[in-house]
Structures are given as structure tokens and as C-alpha cells.
T-cell receptor
Framework: SAVISQKPSRDICQRGTSLTIQCQVD?????MFWYRQQPGQSLTLIAT?????????ESGFVIDKFPISRPNLTFSTLTVSNMSPEDSSIYLC??????????????FGPGTRLTVT | EDQVTQSPEALRLQEGESSSLNCSYT??????LFWYRQDPGKGPEFLFT???AGEEKEKERLKATLTKKESFLHITAPKPEDSATYLC???????????FGKGTRLSVIA
């Protein structure tokens, strides 16, 4: 299975600032995703990160608020822009398919716990 | 719209007391049903993918089964270290994103 790391693991940020979260995978993967998990809730997909092109966002999420980059097959970033307390969540990177994982298995990183004050 | 409903929301078992968690789903053509375990403060850990009705998969004390409408995660003789939230997700045909349920929070008491 693919090994996924995320940086930072946690952060406390001021309202109105931005935070960029990095996701690094130890093998080339086909698909990369970003999820949000609010306290006590399940996972909500923010977007699919597409290599070399704009990410595909789910309903309710927009590029201006959550810009995403994916420069290659092993790395992606998610930025949470102009943060408010409602953005306090765990943000999770997830991957599927590629040299290190089956296309029928999807793996998650350890998450980034974000608190906005 | 694809939907996943998990029950119960929370389950408390004595060590050794076997039970089952339920995942009911509606999906426009099932490609796969996924089970994950999530410990507090960590990302979900992949357990199983099931593809067709009648399929079963096992891992240690866990066995997952699948019908056309639901999946069960059977836990046999659980131990305190099995305490976690168990998440179910479905993927429709095509390379579509997973849709998750809200999870079942399992507590196993020694």
C-alpha cells in the first residue's frame, strides 16, 4: 500500500489568514483527493487533484477558497484561504491507483488538524 | 444520489461479545463497497473492498459481507484494541469518488 505523509500535522491559525497543507506519497499514484472531516462528522470530499490541470471541485467547494496544486504523481497541496472558525477541521489527503496501490483500494494520509481562532 | 447509512451510531461491547455493524447503501451501479477503521486523531485505515453480492472478506477478528442493499462488518470476540470508528463507503461505477457514511463508534470494554 502507498505511504502518505502530510505537513503540517496540526496548526492553529488566525482568522483571515491562509494555510497550505502538503501531501507526499512514496509512490506514483493515479488519483489524489482532498477530504474534510469536521468534528464528530464523517468525510466530505473537497476535490479531486488532477495532475497538470485544475482540480475538480465538489458542490459547495470553490477554487478561490481551496486552491489545489498537483505538480506530479506523488505530491499535492491544498490551501485553505481567508480562514474562519468554520474551517476548523481535519483535512485528509487520499490516493487511489498507481504503482503503489490497487485501483480498487483507496488510502488516506494521517490528516492535518486545523484550528482557526 | 448515492447514499450510505450506518447503524448503530455507537456500540459498546464487552470483551469477547461478538456483534455486527450495518451499512445500508443506495448507489447507481456499485463498483465497490469499502470498510475503514479510524482511530481518534488519525486518518482512516483501509480494511476491505467488496464488489458483488455474496462476497465475504476476513481480517483477524473482522469479517465483511455484502448483499445488494447492505454490508455487515462482523466482529468476533472483540478486544479493547478493536475500539475505533468504523466507516463504510461506496463507489459507483466509473472512476467516481467514494461516498462515506457517518460511521459506527465501537467501544470494547475489558
Amino acid at each position: 500500500s502507498a505511504v502518505i505523509s502530510q505537513k503540517p500535522s496540526r496548526d492553529i491559525c488566525q482568522r483571515g489568514t491562509s494555510l497550505t497543507i502538503q501531501c507526499q506519497v512514496d509512490s506514483q499514484v493515479t488519483m489524489m483527493f482532498w477530504y474534510r472531516q469536521q468534528p464528530g462528522q464523517s468525510l466530505t470530499l473537497i476535490a479531486t487533484a488532477n495532475q497538470g490541470s485544475e482540480a475538480t471541485y465538489e458542490s459547495g467547494f470553490v477554487i478561490d477558497k481551496f486552491p489545489i496544486s498537483r505538480p506530479n504523481l506523488t505530491f499535492s497541496t491544498l490551501t485553505v484561504s481567508n480562514m474562519s472558525p468554520e474551517d476548523s477541521s481535519i483535512y485528509l489527503c487520499s490516493v487511489r491507483g498507481g504503482s503503489g496501490t490497487s485501483s480498487n483500494e483507496q488510502y488516506f494520509g494521517p490528516g492535518t488538524r486545523l484550528t482557526v481562532t | 444520489e448515492d447514499q450510505v447509512t450506518q447503524s448503530p451510531e455507537a456500540l459498546r461491547l464487552q470483551e469477547g461479545e461478538s456483534s455486527s455493524l450495518n451499512c445500508s447503501y443506495t448507489v447507481s451501479g456499485l463498483r465497490g463497497l469499502f470498510w475503514y477503521r479510524q482511530d481518534p486523531g488519525k486518518g482512516p485505515e483501509f480494511l476491505f473492498t467488496l464488489y458483488s453480492a455474496g462476497e465475504e472478506k476476513e481480517k483477524e477478528r473482522l469479517k465483511a459481507t455484502l448483499t445488494k442493499k447492505e454490508s455487515f462488518l462482523h466482529i468476533t470476540a472483540p478486544k479493547p484494541e478493536d475500539s475505533a470508528t468504523y466507516l463504510c463507503a461506496v463507489q459507483a461505477k466509473g472512476n467516481t469518488p467514494l461516498v462515506f457514511g457517518k460511521g459506527t463508534r465501537l467501544s470494547v470494554i475489558a
